[in-house]
């Protein structure tokens, strides 16, 4: 192939001045670029510019080894069922007719992490059906040992009530271990089944023991020293006189805060006596 062969025409006279020129210097740029190939020993147009690629060697396959049977797999460790959505304490406790049916629906209760690790049945309210007064601590540790007979020594000698006058339970139902405050999850899951343990016992004072209870009854965020010294409404139940002193525990532990909380059962003493005068009522 030669540079002459690819020149183009030459245009024909009476095509415009304009055209003309810029087809003379594309052919000129032509056959300079032509006239570089064949300086170059090309004589034809290559298909393609670029070598073709060598075609890819294949792998050599790895030498297989026999294939060992594969052990069974472990059998998957019992799970226990989890709570359905309608046996949560929010949708049966408010309709619980009477105590019995609610403390059977809470010896069956799952609804809280607490109640999946517990090592004994939950533990119900326990007392008189129509009390005087209630006395809620956070866990059922408040029902027997040491703190169970400060509490008695509390109700009888301090307040000067029979066992058929009051009425003791807790926020969580299930014991936590090491004896730990029970973890919110589980207070809340209970709230439910406390709020109706008191709708149906009515008692006209109930006694909080410690900052958890007191804040869990008032609906409050506050510190122990704010929630003593006034009386709270309950949700749900008009007209009971809600008292907030110092937990068991605490009070195992310290003379002066003895002292402290007997200021808060001459309270509840006073209005105790107010009410066995007027027969029914809430304290002033």
């Not at 006239?35 to 004589?43: P, Q, S, W």
């Not at 326990?126 to 040992?145: K, M, N």
């Not at 749900?236 to 909380?261: F, P």
């Amino acid at each position: 192939m030669t540079a002459a062969a690819v020149i183009p025409p030459r245009l024909d006279p009476a095509e415009p001045d304009a055209l003309r020129l810029e087809a003379d210097a594309l052919g000129r740029a032509l056959r300079a670029q032509l006239e570089y190939f064949e300086t170059l020993g090309v004589t034809g147009w290559p298909r393609d510019l670029l070598p073709p690629r060598p075609p890819a060697r294949p792998r050599a396959a790895a030498p297989s080894s026999p294939a060992r049977p594969s052990a069974p797999a472990p059998p998957a460790a019992p799970r226990r069922p989890e709570t359905a959505e309608a046996d949560h304490p929010a949708l049966w406790a408010p309709t619980a007719p009477d105590r019995a049916e609610l403390e059977r629906r809470v010896a069956a209760c799952q609804a809280c992490p607490l109640a999946r690790v517990r090592s004994s049945a939950p533990a119900p309210g326990r007392g008189s059906d129509h009390p005087r007064l209630a006395v809620v601590g956070p866990d059922p540790g408040l029902h027997g040992g040491p703190r169970g007979e400060l509490l008695s020594a509390m109700l009888g000698k301090g307040l000067e009530l029979s066992p058929d006058e009051y009425y003791i339970t807790s926020l969580a139902k299930c014991s936590p271990p090491d004896g730990d405050e029970p973890p919110l999850p589980a207070v809340r899951a209970c709230r439910p089944v406390l709020l109706r343990e008191l709708a149906l016992t009515r008692p006209p004072i109930v006694l909080a023991l410690g900052e958890l209870t007191g804040r869990q009854l008032t609906g409050r965020e506050e510190p122990l020293g704010l929630l003593r010294p006034a009386s709270h409404p309950i949700e749900g139940l008009a007209g009971v006189w809600l008292r907030v002193t110092y937990g068991l525990d605490h009070l195992m532990d310290s003379i002066e805060l003895k002292r402290e909380a007997w200021k808060d059962l001459l309270k509840i003493k006073q209005a105790l006596g107010r009410l066995r005068d007027s027969g029914n009522g809430r304290p002033a």
